[in-house]
């Protein structure tokens, strides 16, 4: 089992930044990627932006929404298997509950994870 520790949120105002964290403890072989989701109240969950790990080619290798890019940085620990959301240039669009996810490789298979979310609240 694999538990996602979420943490960072809370109210900002417009134009501040936050930093968010997501630990992954447990009984972990390797991880193969891992990121952010948002959900705003009445919209669908989106991706955020992700980041694939594991050690192959494809190491580091990021993804962002385009609503995201040139202001959130998404970056990992390996070491400690923590991924990081860096927001800056926050605005108030950017209010959601934001949930960690990660890919998990074991012996028979990949399994999805994610954390409880943590709420980001932007005012303007």
């Known amino acids: 089992q694999v538990q996602l520790v979420e943490s960072g949120g809370g109210l900002v105002q417009a134009g501040g930044s936050l930093r968010l964290s997501c630990a992954a403890s447990?009984?972990?072989?390797?991880?193969?990627?891992m990121g952010w989701y948002r959900q705003a109240p009445g919209k669908q969950r989106e991706l955020v932006a992700s980041i694939r790990s594991g050690g192959g080619r494809y190491d580091g290798l990021t993804n962002y929404a385009n609503t995201v890019k040139g202001r959130f940085t998404i970056s990992k620990d390996n070491g400690k298997n923590t991924v990081y959301l860096q927001m800056n240039s926050l605005k108030p669009e950017d209010t959601a509950v934001y949930y960690c996810n990660t890919e998990v490789a074991f012996m028979g298979g990949d399994r999805v994870y994610w954390g409880q979310g943590t709420q980001v609240t932007v005012s303007s």
């Open positions: 447990g009984s972990i072989l390797r991880i193969n990627a």
